[in-house]
């Protein structure tokens, strides 16, 4: 398939589109990111990638990490996972905290900020440096050994989380954090503050459109069954409290944050990555959600 004229396609359709959003305004460092920005990478399964715009522009991956922490996690406990985290959608705002008090402390999923930190807990107590796991991870899966978390980014996180410290403490109450709050949310700011373009991004989720194996290198990341299983919970829960109007508009498994980037996957096909910084209400990627749209339209593929 030529996905060339399609991206180009997309990316002249989008261009109107690019100041509707607004950008995440929690942080200094993401309020100054400039809006008019786009870019999208495809990475089929035989390594080739077709690109658009600014797919090689670094941006902050956010809540995208949430989803390859789990990947550690999965891999250091399978299914014993689940014991501690939930896989229904919350219906409630990723940072929302009124569920944990009556669901025992029991994230309702694991890519809510209180499921992520329930996920990166469980990062704390299986490796020694838990800061660094996930950008080594991601290094190994996009083959690019030179990424990394923003450090102001990560301060600047850590400074404002006072409501992530909440929700940590609260599931601490109930006895679903094992580890200090302080070190949980080290780690977890660290995470979300690396910074990733759309190209080594598509890469790094492409083990998923492989039934779990890097086609890179061959590597195992997961099991088939864990891989369906992980990207089952992308299309309920990863485009936030709107993952059910994007399954209905775009069809495909995918992990959203509020740095605008969006991660998806066409099964036994392709990796994809958008980026555009301005988001709609539900904090996904405006013009990255149309995109992703426009993309399952035009080629006619979807996992429906
Ligand atoms: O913890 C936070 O709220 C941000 N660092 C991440 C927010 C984000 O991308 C949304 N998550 N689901």
Known sequence: MDYRPVLE??????QPLLDQGRVASYIPELAAVPLRQFGM???TLDGRVHSVGDAQVAFSIQSISKLFA???????????????????PSGTPFNSLVQLESEAGKPRNPFINAGALVVTDILCSRYAVP??????????????????????????????????????HFAKSFGNLRNPVDAVLDAYCRHCAITM?????????LFLANRGVNPRNGERVLSASLSKRLSALMLTCGTYDAAGDFAFRVGLPAKSGVGGGIVAVIPDTCGICVWSPGLDESGNSHAGSLALEMLTTLTGRSIF
């Open 70 to 88: 789990l990947v550690l996690a999965l891999q250091a406990e399978g299914d014993a996972l689940w014991q501690r985290v939930g896989r229904e």
């Open 41 to 43: 990478a495809i990475v």
């Open 131 to 168: 800061e660094n796991v996930v950008s080594e991870s991601l290094q190994k899966l996009s083959g690019n050994p030179t990424l990394h978390y923003d450090a102001r980014v990560a301060r600047s996180e850590r400074a404002h989380s006072d409501r992530n410290a909440a929700m940590a």
């Open 9 to 14: 396609q997309i990316h002249a359709t989008v």
């Open 197 to 205: 373009n759309c190209e080594d991004l598509a890469r790094a989720v």
